[in-house]
């Protein structure tokens, strides 16, 4: 499906709010909160934010992620660290299922 | 290579006008911003800085270059007109000299200035590439600079090669290493020695600046760790959509997304503190301009008073009104940009 995704689509996320205002609302105000430095500073949230734009495959998280990364003073290094973090974590939680298969494997088996 | 030897459209200031003129086409003018944040017209507040571009001449040619300069280029200062910025300051309460370029050390007058101005009594800024003190003809420049008490703002892009290189050249980033060695060799940022070494962070690419005070936490941790270097500040500035930089964005398909950026980022309390509001800029034939940025677009100042050295009247100059344009967003962006880092809190 070519071109499903687009540049000029992600300017317009707030379109989403039209029929759920209130919701919209809502979430603008905690996604606002959640990557305002904290105990983490905005750097760190924006390294987690790119790796998980990595795991959930959004083009649209890690085109903007990647900008703000880099924004926050990350280097291309530390991102790629970030993603390897993200891939790991997938990986990991595919082979650890490994388990579950051992388990319905041991079962059934003689 | 400049712009200008390789006779590039963008070498015209009238075809970078030109194009951020569409810009404002398509986007909220510039203008308009200001009129919204109650700064319009914008006036400077005073003449805090005079800030001498000696010319066009350097022994680098970065990619994001607002000035187009190189070792191809070969429009320096006078005597003449340095000799007229060194009466502006006798006869003035300016208390800043800033001298810039290219790389200014190359120019003749350099030193001339420097002298001159320290004679006075004034502080003054070399704004200094770092492998100029490398060069030959520069052995004894660290030392002219420290026995002057001059202040030394440097550009270095990122604390690592990759970056630094991709910007500036292959091999400067060991170069800018070695010629900072110099410096605090020199006694630069050394406690007591009364040196002030400052740095300039740029990105290198098409997004704004982090947080000034995050990146200069990184760049003394890493200087520090990986090369024993020391430093006091750290300045970010915004890549100005101009020159160079203006002629990547459109080679590389992010003008558009990078404007974008820019003025949705604008922000007025950054505009309230916009450098061109305390100093003047004094350009290599003697041309004044509200910026180094502006004398790069040929815009001079435009609000009746002078615009020649020679005819400098402080009284006429010290309240005008601004020349502002679209590239005027590089400096109001998110926390600010200017020759002195971030101008909003």
């Keep these: 499906m070519p071109g499903y995704y687009h540049d000029h689509d992600l300017p317009h996320f707030a379109k989403i709010g039209d029929h759920a205002p209130e919701l919209w609302r809502k979430f603008s105000e905690w996604y606002g909160a959640v990557f305002a430095e904290?105990?983490?500073?905005?750097?760190?949230?924006?390294?987690?934010?790119?790796?998980?734009?990595h795991a959930v495959q959004c083009p649209y998280c890690i085109d903007a992620y990647t900008q703000a990364a880099l924004e926050k003073g990350s280097n291309l290094e530390q991102m790629t660290e970030a993603v390897h973090v993200a891939s790991a974590i997938r990986g990991g939680a595919s082979l650890v299922h490994g388990l579950q298969m051992r388990n319905v494997a041991d079962k059934v088996s003689m | 290579m400049s712009l200008v030897s390789l006779r590039h459209p963008l070498a015209s200031t009238s075809e970078q006008l030109r194009v951020l003129g569409q810009s404002a086409a398509r986007r909220k003018p510039f203008v308009q911003a200001l009129v919204e944040s109650q700064l319009h017209p914008l006036r400077a507040t005073g003449i805090q800085t005079?800030?001498?571009?000696?010319?066009?001449?350097?022994?680098?040619?970065?990619?994001?270059?607002?000035?187009?300069?190189?070792?191809?280029?070969?429009?320096?200062?006078?005597?003449?007109?340095?000799?007229?910025?060194?009466?502006?300051?006798?006869?003035?309460d300016i208390p800043t000299l800033d001298i810039t370029g290219g790389a200014p050390e190359l120019n003749p007058q350099f030193r001339y200035l420097v002298d001159g101005a320290r004679a006075l009594g004034?502080?003054?800024?070399?704004?200094?590439?770092?492998?100029?003190?490398?060069?030959?003809?520069?052995?004894?420049?660290?030392?002219?600079?420290?026995?002057?008490?001059?202040?030394?703002?440097?550009?270095?892009?990122?604390?690592?090669?990759?970056?630094?290189d991709a910007q500036r050249g292959a091999g400067v980033f060991d170069k800018s290493v070695e010629a900072l060695r110099l410096l605090n060799a020199a006694g630069y940022s050394r406690p007591g020695s009364g040196l002030l070494l400052n740095l300039v962070?740029?990105?290198?690419?098409?997004?704004?600046?982090?947080?000034?005070?995050?990146?200069?936490?990184?760049?003394?941790?890493?200087?520090?760790?990986?090369?024993?270097?020391?430093?006091?500040?750290?300045?970010?500035?915004?890549?100005?959509?101009?020159?160079?930089?203006?002629?990547?964005?459109?080679?590389?398909?992010?003008?558009?997304?990078?404007?974008?950026?820019?003025?949705?980022?604008?922000?007025?309390?950054?505009?309230?503190?916009?450098?061109?509001?305390?100093?003047?800029?004094?350009?290599?034939?003697?041309?004044?301009?509200?910026?180094?940025?502006?004398?790069?677009?040929?815009?001079?100042?435009?609000?009746?008073?002078?615009?020649?050295?020679?005819?400098?009247?402080?009284a006429d100059l010290r309240a005008r009104s601004i020349t502002t344009g679209e590239h005027c967003y590089g400096c109001t962006a998110g926390a600010g940009s200017s020759c002195g880092g971030v101008t909003a809190a």
């Design chain 2, 201 to 314: 962070y740029n990105p290198v690419g098409a997004f704004l600046p982090p947080a000034q005070r995050a990146i200069e936490a990184d760049f003394r941790r890493e200087l520090a760790r990986r090369h024993g270097i020391v430093f006091n500040s750290l300045y970010t500035i915004t890549n100005m959509p101009i020159s160079r930089f203006l002629e990547f964005l459109l080679r590389s398909g992010n003008y558009d997304r990078y404007m974008d950026r820019l003025v949705n980022a604008y922000n007025p309390a950054a505009a309230a503190g916009v450098m061109c509001r305390t100093m003047l800029s004094v350009g290599w034939d003697g041309q004044l301009y509200d910026c180094d940025f502006n004398q790069m677009l040929d815009l001079p100042v435009n609000s009746g008073a002078p615009t020649h050295i020679r005819d400098f009247r402080a």
């Design chain 1, 38 to 53: 904290g105990a983490l500073t905005e750097r760190e949230k924006a390294l987690i934010a790119l790796g998980v734009a």
């Design chain 2, 50 to 92: 005079l800030q001498v571009n000696v010319g066009k001449l350097c022994n680098q040619t970065c990619h994001h270059c607002h000035v187009d300069a190189g070792p191809d280029r070969r429009e320096v200062m006078s005597r003449e007109t340095a000799a007229a910025c060194l009466r502006i300051l006798d006869e003035g």
């Design chain 2, 122 to 164: 004034r502080h003054v800024i070399d704004r200094c590439n770092l492998t100029v003190l490398l060069l030959p003809s520069q052995a004894d420049l660290v030392d002219f600079l420290a026995l002057r008490q001059v202040e030394v703002i440097c550009s270095l892009p990122y604390f690592l090669a990759d970056q630094t």
